[in-house]
């Protein structure tokens, strides 16, 4: 039987039955679900489908997790789920640091991915500012850029942008939460927020150790590990390399 052009355009103006698409995706294995945690940073509420954890926020109820995710995500879970005991426990390692999630940034450009890619990267207690994060995935002046993505990163926490800080060194906003929950994040994983804030004021962006000849970004842990009569501090990178100093090859601080 032949199919003739006016057949396929009245079965493009056919609309799909109402749940259709939610029907296929949990079939597919990609309808999400979510459940709450309770965590080392207080309640978060996870959404997850089989390719990995979809979104997160410290929603005040499951409704105002919902709206959150349609607005961030594009999409809307399923229903509550109930993760696994293995779930649960991935959740609380990666909040100690450990890298043992996986996600699902489908929806997402490849711009946004890379940046949240590379914001993963960045270790455990330490920072990073924006400036650090454009270069690293080939975009040097898209500085602003990788500030909105960071800012509609949907899986704070886990994915963290809490760790970029503006290059002047201070805080920054955080669209966790705001500047004080990054802060109380941040404390929590061991960083000296307030000695950071004092090297911001005082205009210094790195850390120079006389032992070993290399500048890093103040928390680097190869920097934190020198004795404090080994420490140089360094406004910028001309003043580091006038001194001797060569970047380090872990944190990275100049291209």
Known sequence: MSVSTADLKRLGE???????AERVLAEAGLADEYARFDTVIGAVFVAWNRNGVSAAARSRSAHEFEEYFRAEVGRRPLR???PSAEMAQRISDELSGKRTLRFDLRGLTEFEQAV????REIPYGQ??????????????SAVRA???????????????CHRVVRA???IGNYGGGGPEAKKAILSLEGVRVQQLAELARAGVRYQGVKTTGVYCYPTCHHARRAHERNVVWLHDVDEAKAAGFRPCKVCRPAA
């Open 168 to 170: 002047d060194g201070v």
């Open 127 to 140: 920072v990073r500012p924006y400036s650090w994060v454009a270069r690293e995935i080939g975009h040097p």
């Open 146 to 160: 990788v500030g909105t993505a960071l800012a509609n990163n949907p899986i704070p926490y886990f994915i963290p």
């Open 14 to 20: 056919v609309k799909a039955p109402a749940g259709l």
């Open 80 to 82: 509550p789920g109930m």
């Open 116 to 119: 949240l890619r590379k914001a």
